[in-house]
């Protein structure tokens, strides 16, 4: 064939693959997931836990988020698919596991929206002088911060309305803005400590983000002169460490959908994640000492950074500094509700594509709005792809959330914390089975090493966490398992609801796929073991902080043996159920790189279906 009939053929595929995420949408999606409210709340209770100390909170927070993402990040490069967090688990251990970990993903997306609408509320609040928002005592917000909360939340679904390539562009512009806010709070640090002002740091009268008298106990305060390895410990999941990490997997969630051309998916992969976490982890440790710096001058951290700013920037910056900061305080929570948002709709997709819930979520009369008018269609495209039954599906179960809550920041952070760790742990396992399994070839040994490391590691934080943390978020991951597997039977023979399948495999431990409901059975069971432990140590000995170290070696023991069950049970379960995955970034990159050079690619040695090779927000018409 000749060299043009074999460009022709070609072209095609070179204009699909330009419709993929490309290395800065990627780093986007994760830096802006990150970059939330966990920069402008997370270091003043970090102070109150561990005061100075704290800075040791973040960086043992961010090497075990640092683990996680390489987990997470082999798995993708190994098996690529977009909604890959529901997708694999279902592959490798069965619908019933799958079904425990999207209902863990499901309420951790939605609810991580509304607990930033609640820190932009209390922003705006502090920023706009607006009485009547933050109850005067309490940790929540009065009914009108609530409505506030409600409206901002329906803004950040408004602007997932505009469609992926809309949103891309907002999102990459947005959070350019949200990292160079910080960074420059960062040069004031050092630009302060060259050239002391000698000035006092005026402390506002406003209210600040979040009150040292909301912050729930913990065992662990600054004050109390326990600044030790255990208060350091317990500050990384029980004072918004964790949460400030979350939101690197973005790019994870489409997976699939990676440019290949050039570098080739797998770089952009490692390098948009890996990029991420070793940034953020750089910008909240010199965020916190920040607030060190606060407290050594003002005698409390409670200064908000508007009011450090107008004290040690120069005269013509003080002002202009302090907006950039009051601004950047609302619109860095709203990025990360917007990242989280659009990422949510193509998990909730997969997981309707695997009839583990309606399938009609992800139909294209459901995820489709047609664009009229010339102007608009040169801007936007012929159509939306945007999801937008499961956008409002999202926003009800944000909204319950908030409310139920009563807005209380606190204990929204919390349960995504615990669930996030819940769902994190999930890629080990099926990274260590397809390494036995179907990716044998492909998973090395150091990667099954690594994914126990990781599993281990989310064990003993999550136990750290403390009982005031850790009942919250359980209950919601029960209410979220009820759900999912109780509409099945309560809306049986009813069309509006079409996933019957799997909700009777929970109780059959013996039959087709009685490994997969063990699995589950284990899973659930082996947190919830955990939190009663965390129960034991509130009550029984709850000023002893040194023996919640003690608990974590048994923990951690505990914890290898369970994942070493839930690997062998996954590999029983794929030696029946032969799973169906895409094949490895590697082999894309070795095809396209052949391609490039005219050579023919050296065929597979197991064929897979490919993943996605549409535009990351096409919907799939649902089957049957």
Known sequence: MSAPAAESLDAPERRADRRRLSAPALFFLAAGGVIGSGWTLGGLLADQGAGSWAVFSWLIGGGLMLVIASVMVILSTVAPKTGGLIFLPLQA??????????????????????????????????????????????????GTGLGWAVALMLAVTAVNLLGPRLFLVVNGVLTVF?????????????????????????????????????????????????????????????????????GFQGPLDFAGSVRRSGRGEAARMRRAVYGTVCGSILLYVALQLVVVYLRHHTGSAQTPYTDFA????????????????????VLSPAGAAMVFTYVLTREVAALSRAHLTHRGLQMSRYSVIAVRGARLRRLVGERLDVYWLILIVDFVISTVA??????????????????????????????????????????????????????VSIAVIFLLAGWDRLWPGMTA?????????????????????????????LLRLRGEHANSARSAWLLYGFFGVITLVSLLNEFVWPTHLAVRLATAV?????????????????????????????????????????????????????????????LPSQPAQASG
């Open 477 to 505: 991951l029960t209410v979220g398992c009820v759900l999912l597997f109780g509409m099945p039977k309560w809306a049986d023979g009813r069309r509006w609801y079409d996933a019957r399948l799997h909700a009777p495999q």
């Open 402 to 455: 908030l409310l139920c809550m009563d807005g209380n920041w606190i204990v929204l952070g919390s349960i995504t914390t615990v669930l996030a760790l819940v769902v994190y742990v999930t890629p080990s396992v099926v990274l260590a089975a397809l390494g036995r399994g179907a990716r044998r070839d492909t998973v090395r040994r150091r990667h099954r090493v690594l994914a126990e490391a990781a599993f």
């Open 93 to 142: 251990s069965g619908p019933v596991l799958a079904t425990v970990v999207a209902a863990g993903l499901w309420v951790f997306y939605a609810i991580n929206p509304a607990s930033e609408a609640v820190a932009m509320t209390r922003a705006l609040s502090g920023w706009t002088q607006a009485r009547g928002v933050i109850p005067a005592h309490g940790n929540g917000l009065t």
């Open 178 to 246: 949200k990292i160079l806010v910080p960074v420059l709070i960062v040069l004031l640090l050092l630009y302060a400590e060259l050239h002391p002002s000698g000035r006092a740091i005026h402390v506002s009268a406003a209210p600040a983000p979040l009150p040292t008298a909301s912050v729930a106990s913990s065992g662990a305060s600054s004050s109390s002169g326990h600044n030790d390895l255990a208060t350091v410990l317990t500050t990384v999941t029980a004072n918004g460490v964790i949460y400030a990490y979350l």
């Open 310 to 329: 107008q004290t040690v920037a120069p005269s013509w910056a003080a002002h202009p500094m302090s907006i950039l900061i009051n601004l950047d305080q």
């Open 554 to 614: 048994p923990v951690a023991a505990l914890a290898a043996v369970v994942f070493r069950a839930l690997v062998d049970l996954s590999e029983q379960y794929m030696a029946v159920h032969p799973p169906t995955l895409p094949e490895p970034m590697r082999a894309r990159d070795a095809a396209d790189g052949a391609a490039i050079h005219g050579l023919e690619p050296a065929l597979p040695a197991q064929s897979s279906p490919s993943s996605e090779t549409a």
